[in-house]
């Protein structure tokens, strides 16, 4: 079992930025690949960005290219997620999320790919 808790969110002017943190519990975070999500009220679960267990790929949403960078690191059992640029629409409940079942090698983006869920963070974006 692996246990993730946001952190991070929270109210910010628009070009404005934040970074979300997501500790994960366990000794096998190495092993798993790791995404953010975000679901805006009345909208479906999306995908935002995520990296493979070793760090060496990632892969982002089109929304947010060049906006945002998700990054890990291994021996704090933790991932990031670096928002710059912010926008009114990036309004959300971010969630971070782990899966297992493909050894961290394959970035999924789509949130049934993932095995593990955190409780999400708010993040909320004035114009």
């Known amino acids: 079992q692996v246990q993730l808790v946001e952190s991070g969110g929270g109210l910010v002017q628009g070009g404005g930025s934040l970074r979300l943190s997501c500790a994960a519990s366990g000794r096998s975070f190495r092993n798993y690949a790791m995404g953010w999500f975000r679901q805006a009220p009345g909208k479906e679960r999306e995908f935002v960005a995520g990296i493979r267990s070793g760090g060496g790929s990632t892969n982002y949403a089109d929304s947010v290219k060049d906006r945002f960078t998700i990054s890990r690191d291994n021996a704090k059992n933790t991932v990031y997620l670096q928002m710059n640029s912010l926008k009114p629409e990036d309004t959300a409940v971010y969630y971070c999320?782990?899966?297992?079942?493909?050894?961290?090698?394959?970035?999924?983006?789509?949130?049934?790919?993932?095995?593990?869920w955190g409780q999400g963070t708010q993040v909320t974006v004035s114009s």
């Open positions: 999320a782990a899966e297992s079942r493909r050894g961290g090698l394959r970035i999924g983006t789509q949130w049934y790919e993932y095995d593990y």
